[in-house]
DNA sequence: ATGAAAGCGCTAACAG
DNA sequence: CTGTTAGCGCTTTCAT
């Protein structure tokens, strides 16, 4: 029996074991630390081990132990946002030797079948995660995603939501959202602005519906378009025709507030001096936008970090602790396209 | 013995046959499609497995086939291209049911010391890749990682660069640049260009030999500037000034050309009244900028379904096969940035 | 056509 | 302190 060439043949802890003569435990024993061994021992498995090239089999290892070392992690490339989340993620769980598996729906700007998407989550199960991180704003399946996981109780951290849903209990980051609006609120009052419209994210998203909120608490908007997205230039051209006393803009992210941009230079409207334009989000693209855009950074990379932390506290044991939100601080970056008109 | 509370308790193969009441054997054997066994035995495990929700565990898989399923993927999100290419591999690999372990050197842009980077390496290893995917434009260390591959005798494939190096045979997939370069040289020639800059990548790098070889095998420039990197604004300004009969310029990459569009403005030069413009590798800013910019698309996500490609034919076995380069169309994208002067 | 036996590389209880 | 024993969940050979 035992015939099929394998892909490659590693040494395993029975070669070390063999040439250093000791048992196959003892250096079991060894690789977790050696606790109490004879210090010689050690030195003599060490050796071997060097000697060998080895590899331990993580693997093996965790399906021995039962214990996962992978974290399921569902947050597509969208946009520089995404990157630095995902870095966060990546830094902080390989600094402690746990395992992303970037995972997710596969085409996702296109028309997206719902059983392509689901593989992606069963993927993640039969690579036995012990936990995931999940990033909603993309999926059109999410509540499925969610069920699949903690109906099988495993740990779950969204980023950049939070998530109210029977029978689940998942810790969640954001940034501050509210602080975040607000920040930009009273910058345009500071700049002595009066006349603003503010172009906000559908509200059905927690990041929308909290950014507009709190806005609005601030200050009188002449207008509010909720939910542009579906057809971006038109509603921004003419709602910015039908207030030609408006002064200054909010756009709910970046990517609204490039737009802004095209659209104030066809209506001749020159940014910052007739018009002063926020964003949200601090993407890579806005400190090259001309002139340099004025938003609100929110630490995704810290995002990442958090979420991070938080699922291998939960993957170490404590699976029992109430949820967790947490918020993380943001910070107004002044650049070129505000301007005081007092 | 056998107490450790393991981190969770899925249903096994051994589950299913008490409930079918078969062998666990002939459960495994239904799992790898049941070849030559009776139908209703088929049924009978599936119902099984369906009503326990039963989820092969890949681990155990993979440890006992010796055959590994994981593919090492070493591209870190940088920018658009980046994201590209990585949903390529992704979407290529996870249809496939491979599945892709994305680790790159953290702290990418920090000073980053030889002992982290290593660590993603033998993380990568620990888990036993069958083969592994190198975007090498980063790795400060990529000599080091090849070798720690190739010397296991693992397939590589790289993306947007080749790998000669003394024992590592890899295969590898570029975006034709010299192609493209020279459609950017044809594209200025019919627009009636003469008098043209060329902002090179350093020389040391295959994208940018190749870019400024074959363009100046096309077109006299009055200038090239080898690998401005270190030195962006200053360089571009001095070579601008230097040469005020420069009606176009070519940049490198996007990312130049974003920088020319800001010098160029800071020297009263309209683009593309008094400058044509065209960048390389059609980065997602691009057709944002004002004018929105001319370049190359290079089509990075069919790079990435094309390395995936590559790895998984080696890992089924065609290992012996000689090194092939792949070379992948590039289609010229005409935007506002360039102009005829005739 | 099915099951028994052997074992991948590893861990964890226990004994000596 | 070290080695023995008994597995994790799975595959593969071989016997029935």
């Given at each position: 029996m035992e015939t099929m060439e394998p892909t490659r043949k590693e040494p395993s802890q029975h070669e070390?074991?063999?040439?250093?003569?000791?048992?196959?435990?003892?250096?079991?024993?060894?690789?977790?630390?050696g606790a109490g061994l004879k210090q010689e021992t050690i030195d003599k498995v060490h050796k071997a081990a060097e000697e060998l090239g080895y590899r331990p089999n993580l693997m093996a290892t965790m399906t021995r132990s039962g214990k996962s070392r992978m974290v399921g992690v569902m947050v597509p490339p969208i946009d520089s946002y995404w990157a630095r989340i995902a870095c966060g993620i990546h830094d902080y769980l390989?600094?402690?030797?746990y395992i992303p598996l970037f995972l997710w729906p596969s085409h996702m700007f296109e028309d997206l079948d719902e059983h392509r998407e689901l593989d992606q989550v069963h993927l993640m199960?039969?690579?036995r995660i012990g936990g995931v991180i999940l990033w909603p704003y993309f999926a059109k399946m999410f509540e499925k995603h969610i069920h699949e996981f903690?109906?099988?109780?495993?740990?779950?951290?969204?980023?950049?939501c939070s998530i109210e849903q029977a029978g689940v209990n998942a810790d969640s980051v954001l940034g501050d959202n509210r602080t975040g609006a607000k920040a930009v609120a009273k910058h345009f009052k500071e700049l002595g602005h009066k006349n603003i419209i503010h172009f906000a994210g559908p509200d059905s998203e927690?990041?929308?519906?909290?950014?507009?909120?709190?806005?609005?608490?601030?200050?009188?908007?002449?207008?509010?378009?909720?939910?542009?997205?579906?057809?971006?230039?038109?509603?921004?051209?003419?709602?910015?025709?039908?207030?030609?006393?408006?002064?200054?803009?909010?756009?709910?992210?970046?990517?609204?507030?490039?737009?802004?941009?095209?659209?104030?230079?066809?209506?001749?409207?020159?940014?910052?001096?007739?018009?002063?334009?926020?964003g949200y989000s601090d993407l890579d693209f806005?400190?090259?936008?001309?002139?340099?855009?004025?938003?609100?950074?929110?630490?995704?990379?810290?995002?990442?970090k958090r979420a991070a932390s938080l699922i291998v506290h939960r993957m170490e044991g404590n699976a029992e602790d109430d949820p967790t939100v947490q918020l993380l601080p943001v910070?107004?970056?002044?650049?070129?396209?505000?301007k005081s008109i007092v």
């Open positions: 070390i074991a063999a040439r250093a003569g000791v048992a196959r435990t003892t250096v079991s024993l060894v690789m977790r630390g390989t600094e402690q030797k199960l039969d690579c903690s109906s099988r109780s495993l740990p779950v951290v969204t980023v950049d927690d990041w929308a519906r909290d950014r507009r909120e709190a806005f609005e608490e601030e200050v009188d908007c002449l207008t509010v378009e909720v939910d542009i997205r579906p057809r971006l230039d038109p509603i921004m051209k003419t709602t910015l025709e039908a207030h030609p006393e408006t002064t200054a803009v909010f756009a709910a992210t970046d990517v609204f507030a490039r737009d802004v941009y095209r659209v104030a230079a066809e209506l001749g409207r020159r940014i910052p001096d007739d018009l002063s334009v926020v806005g400190e090259y936008l001309n002139p340099p855009l004025t938003t609100v950074h929110d630490n995704p990379y810290n995002m990442g910070q107004l970056l002044q650049r070129g396209s505000t």
